[in-house]
């Protein structure tokens, strides 16, 4: 069972935005600006999308964009596009100085 | 362009030790404000944080691997290795080798830096 959760699927339209949210606790999510958002397609390995809970690494489309609220983290897509479609993980330190991912979710260009 | 490469046995028997090495090029392991860690993902499943070599040389492990794993660099050849012993099915994934971002300043706590640069992976498989 992953520390941090996630929905296990979204879905939504070309253009329109979608919002994956992340869960933990006060010892995780809560506790520290330290939460990042990474994109799988399948076979391929992880991206970087966002870091330090809103920054965006360059390169990365300002489509994607980052918040958080209490024990939740948030990773907004707009304008959603068919590349966008793969699977998004959340990650955060811990209070124990280690790192929890989340158990992933599966986005879907309708 | 940096660029990390994993490279290791792709078979390994249950209760052997499972060894891996990351090599780095296209810049220098040693370049301040980074760390460099081990990530895997079971088939089918989510990704699993292993362990942390932090750019001081200390290492943080994930607590459910901590007695099995090793993580270890060699600046001369600019790689990173990882040792996980007692293997088992269960260890059957792909395994990620990833730069770590420790900040602007090189000050982010170990284990708080996001991983800005991964390996293409390498499928480790436990069997007999």
């Known amino acids: 069972q992953s520390a941090l959760t996630q929905p296990a699927s979204v879905s939504g339209s070309p253009g329109q935005s979608i919002t994956i949210s992340c869960t933990g606790t006060?010892?995780?999510?809560?506790?520290?600006?330290?939460v990042s958002w990474y994109q799988q397609h399948p076979g391929k390995a992880p991206k970087l999308m966002i870091y330090d809970v809103s920054n965006r690494p360059s390169g990365v489309s300002n489509r994607f964009s980052g918040s958080k609220s209490g024990n939740t983290a948030s990773l907004t897509i707009s304008g959603l596009q068919a590349e966008d479609e793969a699977d998004y993980y959340c990650s955060s330190y811990t209070s124990s100085s280690t790192l929890a991912f989340g158990g992933g979710t599966k986005l879907t260009v309708l | 362009q940096l660029q990390l490469q994993e490279s290791g046995s792709g078979l390994v028997k249950p209760s052997q030790t499972l060894s891996l090495t990351c090599a780095v090029s296209?810049?220098?392991?040693?370049?301040?404000?980074?760390?460099w860690s081990w990530i895997r993902q079971p088939p089918g499943k989510g990704l699993e944080w292993i362990g942390y070599i932090y750019h001081s040389g200390s290492t943080y492990y994930n607590p459910s691997l901590k007695s099995r794993v090793t993580i270890s660099v060699d600046r001369s050849k600019n790689q990173f290795s990882l040792k996980l012993s007692s293997v088992t099915a269960a260890d059957t994934a792909v395994y990620y080798c990833?730069?770590?971002?420790?900040?602007?300043?090189?000050?982010?706590?170990?284990?708080?830096?996001?991983?800005?640069?991964w390996g293409q992976g390498t499928m480790v498989t436990v069997s007999s």
């Open positions: 006060s010892s995780d999510v809560g506790g520290y600006n330290y």
């Open positions: 990833a730069r770590v971002f420790d900040g602007p300043y090189g000050d982010y706590p170990p284990a708080a830096g996001a991983f800005d640069i």
């Open positions: 296209g810049g220098s392991i040693s370049s301040g404000g980074y760390s």
